[in-house]
């Protein structure tokens, strides 16, 4: 047993850590020696690496490629929040220092601004995004459906012919922007793109077309199964599904929220709060305790499904005061 407690504490005392602090010049090992540039730690970090951010506003860039994004490692940790002076991430106060991540490189304006502003590509549960805000994605690219220049302004989740389930919590999107799931697309084809999102918001994002703050895409016989614990959408707009959007075809998407809130979310067509397209197979739904509150323009307490032979609504259990 001693053994055992030895061994554990040598590999806490082991896990590396990296300082970052808006604008500062040293090399990110202590508070005092921070460095002020995010993307080249992420691209630095191993697995296992924990990336202490303090607050301020970071962007993946300093030019004007639309590409950059700061693209998530397998097994890293990101934590926000901090003011600088803190040793474990649970004295941060996220709300009062907020960790801003932004897409508004180049000129101001959205017009230009990154296609995505986090980019996650085939990584386990071990990765995890903790108190940080994300916004100013611009994913409006002219490309075919699913590429991530048109999807998922504020995070492209890439489970496409591999398997992505990062953990996301204790974060904000805000003010994102796309074609298909403004502020998460969850890119499941031929793979598997299944995130967990832990007390997390979601508001004024908006979708050119579906997923008007999340776009779950399990086509191509691939799955897409998120879960959504503690999450509040809010005031989100798209054509199909004003807070998220579901596609499944021959594929899988089996969507879980528990305690959620979807407020004024809007849809120029179907699903103010939720809408599923289904092919083949159907997207279950499997929810406990949500709220569902003048969302436009389907009466609160329903989700829309659809398929080839016809459009549904189905009544949702919602939790009463």
């Given at each position: 047993?001693?053994a055992?407690?030895?061994?554990?504490?040598?590999?806490?005392?082991d896990?590396?850590?990296?300082?970052?602090?808006?604008?500062a010049?040293?090399?990110?090992t202590?508070?005092?020696?921070?460095?002020?540039?995010?993307?080249k730690?992420?691209?630095?970090?191993?697995?296992?690496?924990?990336?202490?951010?303090a607050k301020?506003?970071?962007?993946?860039?300093?030019g004007?490629?639309?590409n950059?994004?700061?693209?998530?490692?397998?097994?890293?940790?990101?934590?926000?929040?901090f003011?600088?002076?803190?040793?474990?991430?649970?004295?941060?106060?996220?709300?009062?220092?907020?960790?801003?991540?932004?897409?508004?490189?180049?000129?101001?304006?959205?017009?230009?601004?990154?296609?995505?502003?986090?980019?996650?590509?085939?990584?386990?549960?071990?990765?995890?995004?903790?108190?940080?805000?994300?916004?100013?994605?611009?994913?409006?690219?002219?490309?075919s459906?699913?590429?991530r220049?048109?999807?998922g302004?504020?995070?492209?989740?890439?489970?496409?012919?591999?398997?992505?389930?990062?953990?996301?919590?204790?974060?904000?999107?805000?003010?994102?922007?796309?074609?298909?799931?403004?502020a998460?697309?969850?890119?499941?084809?031929?793979?598997?793109?299944?995130?967990?999102?832990v007390?997390c918001?979601f508001?004024?994002?908006?979708?050119?077309?579906?997923g008007?703050?999340?776009?779950?895409d399990?086509?191509?016989?691939?799955?897409?199964?998120?879960?959504f614990?503690?999450?509040?959408?809010?005031?989100?707009?798209?054509?199909?599904?004003?807070?998220?959007?579901?596609?499944?075809?021959?594929?899988?998407?089996?969507?879980?929220?528990?305690n959620?809130?979807f407020?004024?979310?809007?849809?120029?067509?179907?699903?103010?709060?939720?809408?599923?397209?289904?092919?083949?197979?159907?997207?279950?739904?499997?929810?406990?305790?949500?709220?569902?509150?003048?969302?436009?323009?389907?009466?609160?307490?329903?989700?829309?499904?659809?398929?080839?032979?016809?459009?549904?609504?189905?009544?949702?259990?919602?939790?009463?005061?």
């Open positions: 047993m001693l055992v407690l030895f061994m554990a504490t040598v590999c806490l005392a896990a590396q850590i990296i300082y970052v602090q808006q604008d010049k040293g090399k990110g202590s508070w005092s020696d921070a460095t002020g540039d995010l993307a730690s992420i691209k630095s970090a191993t697995p296992g690496t924990q990336i202490w951010v301020g506003i970071y962007k993946p860039t300093s004007t490629d639309r950059i994004s700061f693209e998530i490692k397998n097994g890293i940790k990101i934590f926000g929040g003011v600088g002076t803190e040793t474990s991430p649970e004295q941060r106060n996220i709300s009062e220092n907020q960790t801003i991540l932004s897409g508004e490189i180049a000129q101001p304006g959205v017009a230009d601004n990154s296609y995505n502003v986090l980019l996650i590509k085939g990584v386990a549960a071990e990765t995890l995004l903790d108190g940080l805000t994300i916004t100013g994605g611009n994913a409006n690219g002219d490309a459906e699913g590429h220049t048109r999807c302004g504020g995070l492209f989740n890439d489970g496409h012919n591999s398997t992505s389930t990062p953990v996301i919590r204790n974060c904000t999107f805000i003010g994102n922007f796309g074609r298909d799931g403004a998460v697309y969850n890119n499941g084809r031929a793979g598997n793109s299944s995130p967990v999102f007390n918001v508001k004024n994002n908006e979708a050119g077309l579906d008007g703050a999340v776009y779950n399990g086509r191509l016989n691939g799955k897409s199964n998120p879960t614990t503690n999450c509040t959408f809010e005031r989100n707009m798209g054509t199909y599904g004003g807070a998220i959007c579901n596609a499944t075809e021959t594929g899988v998407c089996s969507l879980t929220l528990d959620c809130t407020r004024e979310n809007a849809a120029y067509l179907r699903g103010g709060a939720v809408f599923s397209l289904n092919g083949d197979e159907k997207c279950y739904l499997e929810m406990s305790d949500c709220d569902f509150v003048g969302n436009y323009p389907d009466d609160n307490n329903m989700i829309f499904t659809s398929n080839t032979a016809r459009s549904e609504a189905y009544k949702i259990n919602r939790s009463e005061p």
